[in-house]
């Protein structure tokens, strides 16, 4: 993972996406570093209403591997799904997309 911030658009809501390996990745806000190397990610997600037909933004909450304890509360990350590392820790962050102010 390299040092540099990358600077992406802010979009707001997304649905996974898929990275060259093939693994899933979402970006989101960090709520929490309190851990040790571990953060918690707020990911939103658009899903379509099967009744109404209108889109409702849904929201989870993941936990991510952070190595060098890096991250800090409000930047925005990019995570990738990687194998389990704990009970509840299976995504792995990928990189920093934008500092918190």
Same mark, same amino acid.
């Given at each position: 993972?390299?040092?540099?911030?990358?600077?992406?658009?802010?979009?707001?809501?997304?649905?996974?996406? @898929?990275?060259?390996?093939?693994?899933?990745?979402?970006?989101?806000? =960090?709520?929490?570093?309190?851990?040790?190397?571990?953060?918690?990610?707020?990911?939103?997600?658009?899903?379509?209403?099967?009744?109404?037909?209108?889109?409702?933004? @849904?929201?989870? @909450?993941?936990?991510?591997?952070?190595?060098?304890?890096? =991250?800090?509360?409000?930047?925005?990350?990019?995570?990738?799904? %990687?194998?389990?590392?704990?009970?509840?820790? %299976?995504?792995?962050?990928?990189?920093?997309?934008?500092?918190?102010?």
């Amino acid at each position: 993972m390299s040092d540099e911030v990358i600077s992406v658009e802010s979009s707001g809501v997304n649905k996974p996406l @898929r990275a060259k390996s093939g693994k899933k990745e979402f970006v989101g806000i =960090v709520k929490s570093d309190k851990m040790d190397k571990t953060i918690v990610v707020s990911v939103e997600t658009k899903a379509l209403h099967p009744l109404y037909k209108k889109y409702v933004v @849904r929201s989870k @909450r993941l936990k991510a591997h952070d190595e060098k304890n890096e =991250v800090k509360v409000g930047d925005r990350v990019r995570v990738v799904e %990687c194998r389990p590392i704990s009970k509840e820790k %299976c995504w792995r962050l990928d990189a920093i997309l934008e500092r918190a102010k």
